[in-house]
């Protein structure tokens, strides 16, 4: 299917990228395992496809679905959302400067120390929710402005158009990382973004079972080119059953992220409220600091959030330790609900409040998880 611009967001979520197979009338796409695909004798390619790493009919559909979601004109899936964006930075050169934020996922951060940094691309990490830190970060070499919002852990808003607008004046793309919102709260490309980025693997796969990424372009440019290329020599592509995981969740996206920020939302303003919680991170809280920016630019809120223990380490760590309905565990996105104490997944270097945890708050009924919080929290001395 071909969806007009004008289809509505849930309806789009169905249909984008499916279609009957016509081989069959089936009215769920097969799985198509081939890695290699027949050459008619004069040595063309009749259907459009040459091996599995090139493109596969369960990849196309879902570049094409996610293209429609974020209203992009060009998607190239990942195996990984660290490896959509490895695929970013491949576009640069040596001598390249990236601007990001401070409270970046730290998986993001390491690609640029670590990673690029022996390539010579430079990289500047700035509290970007001061845009004249952004302006000031600028260098004549800068190529891209990297936008997280909301971000990990913090759950801090960067004003999107106005970064996105920054970048551009001076020369540099704008790139933003959509995960924790999903294109059915945010949408980046229509607020001036050049790119966007997911970790498929979260709220677009839905059910902790599959591991993707992607980049959406807004133009199928010299720039999206790179990305392809990256895609396509690198070859850090999904496999077509993960393709098709990530499809078969999708029609769910709208009405979930829906469920997701309504249990949320209850979640934090239980939390406040406790007298062993110092801060919740949440913009969906009217006093936050980013509601009012979050309200102009999400339709929702998200499904996760952090929370500060009064009493530090030791007591955020008993917390974790005395859940019974959320489950201890990395990533965000499912239909169950967990909870993490952040600094110890970055690491020693971790600039996060020893006292935070980090929670995707996911589809139980709300009172059972705020529930059992309360009973963790109490348990914490």
């Given at each position: ?333 499912g239909v169950e609900s967990l909870i993490e104490h ?40």
């Amino acid at each position: 299917m071909k969806p007009s611009k004008s289809l509505r967001f849930e309806t789009l979520a169905v249909h984008a990228g499916h279609g009957v197979d016509p081989t069959t009338g089936a009215v769920t796409e097969p799985i198509h395992l081939s890695t290699t695909f027949e050459r008619d004798a004069d040595g063309s390619f009749p259907h459009g496809f040459i091996y599995s790493r090139n493109h596969n009919p369960n990849r196309n559909g879902l570049e094409a679905a996610l293209a429609a979601l974020e209203g992009g004109a060009a998607c190239a899936a990942f195996a990984s959302g660290l490896a959509a964006v490895t695929a970013i930075f491949q576009g640069l050169q040596p001598g390249d400067h990236v601007v990001a934020p401070l409270d970046i996922y730290h998986g993001t951060a390491n690609v640029l120390r670590h990673l690029f940094a022996k390539w010579q691309v430079g990289a500047s990490f700035v509290d970007m929710t001061d845009l004249g830190q952004l302006r000031d970060a600028l260098r004549p070499e800068t190529r891209i402005v990297w936008i997280e919002t909301p971000s990990n852990p913090l759950l801090q808003c960067v004003d999107i158009a106005a970064a996105a607008d920054i970048g551009r004046r001076a020369g540099a793309r704008a790139v933003a990382d959509n995960t924790f919102a999903s294109p059915a709260l945010q949408r980046p490309l229509a607020l001036g973004c050049d790119l966007v980025m997911h970790a498929t693997t979260k709220y677009l796969g839905g059910r902790s079972d599959v591991m993707g990424g992607a980049v959406i372009a807004r133009a199928d440019d010299e720039a999206f080119a790179a990305v392809r290329t990256a895609q396509l020599y690198g070859g850090a592509v999904p496999s077509p059953f993960d393709c098709w995981l990530i499809m078969r969740s999708l029609p769910t996206l709208p009405w979930r992220m829906q469920a997701h920020c309504a249990n949320a939302l209850q979640v934090a303003t239980s939390l406040r409220a406790h007298p062993k919680v110092s801060a919740v991170h949440y913009p969906g809280l009217a006093d936050n600091r980013f509601h009012d920016l979050a309200s102009r630019q999400m339709s929702g809120f998200g499904g996760m959030l952090s929370f500060e223990v009064r009493a530090g380490k030791e007591a955020a760590m008993a917390v974790a330790a005395n859940v019974e309905i959320f489950t201890r565990a990395t990533s965000l996105g499912g239909v169950e609900s967990l909870i993490e104490h952040r600094a110890s997944i970055e690491g020693p270097d971790s600039r996060t409040p020893q006292g935070l945890l980090r929670v995707s708050v996911g589809l139980e009924h709300a009172d059972d998880l705020i529930d059992d919080l309360a009973q963790a929290l109490e348990r914490c001395d």
